[in-house]
């Protein structure tokens, strides 16, 4: 790419490979760039150790090396300090060799200063290994230098000697160690918060697409039906020229627009209100009405013997539970709403002749299955989407039961069949 070219551009974004050169170099220079903080520091310890040779302060008396030799050390020292973060290791091999060559000249304490920064800076921006091993090191040469002198001196002053390698070597390194440790765990706290955040964010998404995706069955469940009847009376009394045939067609309209429209009022006050209470629109205390069960089924199946007799439909119940059974209320609710929508899909796409809904409890499930006439059918029928089964699908799943659905082995038969686990015999927990 010639100079001046833009990077090559895929749908709208710079492509990674021509950026990559350029960030790899933009990285490099950053890394090598010394810091702020260590280039004061370097000019700080350099101008201290010149101040110090200029007025003749010294430590170490007459050496091998005497006069304007200290600042070679010095100078190489506080070199060094520019790479403290950058290249931490390298700069402690290099400024101990320094060091040891300090203790030929007069001596200098900004140079011995400026090497326990080096020494701190290793083991606190240097890798893990190198703040594992270096204060064992250090630490291993105070007792080495303690005990060897000792031994070799017989005197009890030579300690100071290993005391002042403590001082230099030890005491920073143990101290790098333990702002690395607090770091790296003020670090690992932060990441756990941050994951701690993400989590909380990511059940709080699941959640809210669990109550959306139930909010919509519940409307399915509970609208479609009238709206469904709706649909094939209307299109029945449009396409039948006949009063009679007209006004029995607009009342079964009449009374599952009413009925549609209670249980949309029913619902919207559940949603509006708070912990499943609280006031309507008359802002009066209001609790909703309970969760329809299965004892509300002849019910159910009587307002849609009256929706499907103009399509010679009939319905029959064979309830083969056991007298008295008790069920979770989420197994009620889930078998009720299948059946609900089982017979709306009945009057939707089933031919005439009779659905037949039964229920039985085997092995500790409850056992929903409807039975519809499975053939073409003259006259209307409303439009499906299949977000009546889909629904089913998902109660079925949430309570871990198994759902099937469609055409028997003779092919005659439309089949909804439902197992929806349940305590032993039958009964609640």
């Known amino acids: 790419m010639r100079t001046g070219d833009r990077p090559p551009v895929l ?4 492509s990674t490979a021509a950026l990559r050169p350029s960030l790899r170099s933009a990285l490099r220079s950053s890394s090598l760039r010394p810091h702020r903080d260590d280039v004061l520091i370097a000019a700080a310890g350099l101008v201290g150790g010149l101040a110090l040779w200029a007025l003749g302060l010294s430590f170490q008396g007459v050496r091998l090396l005497p006069g304007p030799w200290v600042l070679l050390p010095l100078t190489v020292m506080a070199g060094l300090e520019l790479l403290r973060r950058t290249a931490p290791r390298t700069a402690l091999a290099i400024g101990t060799a320094a060091l040891v060559c300090d203790q030929f ?3 200098s304490v900004a140079t011995v200063l400026m090497y326990t920064d080096l020494v701190y800076a290793a083991v606190l921006y240097g890798p893990p290994s190198a703040a594992r091993r270096i204060p064992r090191v250090t630490g291993a040469l ?8 000792t031994a070799w001196f017989q005197r009890a002053d030579v300690l100071l000697v290993s005391l002042a390698v403590g001082l230099v070597a030890f005491t920073p390194a143990s101290t790098g160690a333990l702002v690395r440790n607090h770091r790296d765990a003020a670090e690992a706290a932060r990441l756990r918060a941050a994951q701690i955040a993400l989590l909380a964010e990511m059940d709080r998404t699941q959640a809210v697409t669990a109550e959306r995706a139930r909010m919509a069955r519940e409307l399915h469940d509970l609208v479609a039906g009238h709206l469904s009847a709706i649909a094939i009376h ?4 449009l396409s039948l020229d006949d009063e009679r045939t007209s006004r029995e067609a607009l009342a079964v309209i009449r009374e599952n627009s009413v009925d549609g429209l209670a249980e949309m009022r029913r619902l919207i006050g559940i949603l509006r209100s708070r912990d499943g209470e609280g006031g309507g629109d008359s802002g009066e205390a209001r609790v909703p009405a309970a969760a329809p069960a299965l004892s509300a089924l002849d019910t159910l199946l009587e307002q849609a013997r009256t929706n499907g007799a103009s399509s010679g439909l009939g319905f029959a119940l ?3 539970r056991p007298p008295g059974a008790v069920l979770p209320a989420p197994v009620e609710l889930a078998a009720y709403r299948i059946v609900q929508e089982s017979l709306t899909n009945a009057l939707k796409h089933a031919a005439p002749g009779t659905v037949t809904v039964q229920l039985a409890i085997e092995g500790g499930a409850l056992t929903v299955r409807i039975s519809s006439p499975y053939e073409e059918r003259p006259g209307p029928r409303a439009p499906g989407s299949a977000a009546g089964l889909i629904g089913m699908r998902e109660r079925v799943a949430l309570l871990d039961g198994v759902f099937e659905a469609g ?3 003779a092919g005659r038969s439309w089949v ?3 197992e929806l686990p349940v305590a032993e015999g039958g009964r609640a927990a």
């Open 234 to 237: 209307s299109t029945a009394a």
């Open 318 to 320: 064979d309830d083969g």
């Open 142 to 149: 105070t007792v080495a230098a303690a005990i060897g002198l």
């Open 416 to 418: 909804v069949r439902a």
């Open 105 to 107: 000249t007069t001596g």
């Open 407 to 409: 055409p028997d082995a």
């Open 11 to 14: 749908d709208g974004a710079v």
